[in-house]
Nanobody
């Protein structure tokens, strides 16, 4: 059974930082891209960032580029999202995704972790 568990969400003030982690178990994703998505209240889930299997290529949604950094540790089967200069509009449930298929389609999803940025 594949399981993705996100850690690191919480409440932070505007301009603050958080680091999300997503630990995968049940299979290795060292040869697959992984990603982060988020869903704010009343909105659809949206892409945030993705990283290639070897970490050599990263992709970001325009509004987070330069503030967020995605990384991975294949030895730990874990992907990270460092979030800096947080804004109220970053408030959302953040989901980890693994087993990339095509576009925004992934085989496996975590249950999400809440990030709230207070002004």
């Amino acid at each position: 059974q594949v399981l993705l568990v996100e850690f690191g969400g919480g409440l932070v003030q505007v301009g603050g930082s958080l680091r999300l982690s997503c630990a995968a178990s049940g299979r290795t994703f060292s040869r697959n891209a992984m990603g982060w998505f988020r869903q704010a209240p009343g909105k659809e889930r949206e892409f945030v960032a993705a990283i290639s299997w070897d970490g050599g290529r990263t992709y970001y949604e325009d509004s987070v580029r330069g503030r967020f950094t995605i990384s991975r540790d294949n030895a730990k089967n874990t992907v990270y999202l460092q979030m800096n200069s947080l804004k109220p509009e970053d408030t959302a449930v953040y989901y980890c995704a693994a087993g990339w298929v095509i576009g925004d389609k992934y085989l496996y999803w975590g249950r999400g972790t809440q990030v709230t940025v207070s002004s």
